[in-house]
């Protein structure tokens, strides 16, 4: 999956560049329980990871955020309830205040708490 259009931002290249920080995660419901867990997940077979694609032209890539997800059955993942990515973006000023770089949060909850989001 790719998210080309990111409210707020124009150029992802940019915001990367000046400081920005983007935070994925993954919040599966396995029936029993839910988690979120920060991205990349491993759990056996299942591999989700996540990164930004920025490039100087357009006509090769398409900048944007991008979700992968690997499995043997990779069907069980896709169009799924169960699964539902999150992301956060942080602009520089932001992360630097925060501590962010030093204080990567492990879980979609202390990310909020982190950065005073409401849930």
Partial sequence: MIIEEIPGIDDITAFLDTGGVVLFYLRRDIGLAT???????????????SYAVTST?????????????????????ENSNNYLIKYVIVPANIAQASGLANNMPKS???????LGLQQ
Avoid at 63 to 75: A, D, H, Q, Y
Avoid at 108 to 114: K, W
Wanted: avoid cysteine; proline fraction near 9%; aromatic fraction near 10%.
């Fill in 57 to 77: 032209d357009p006509n090769i890539f398409v900048p944007g955020l991008v979700i992968r997800g690997e499995s043997t059955n990779v069907s069980s993942m």
């Fill in 35 to 49: 988690f979120t867990t920060p991205l990349p997940h491993q759990d056996g077979s299942e591999h989700i990871f």
């Fill in 108 to 114: 979609f909850g202390e990310a909020a708490t982190l």
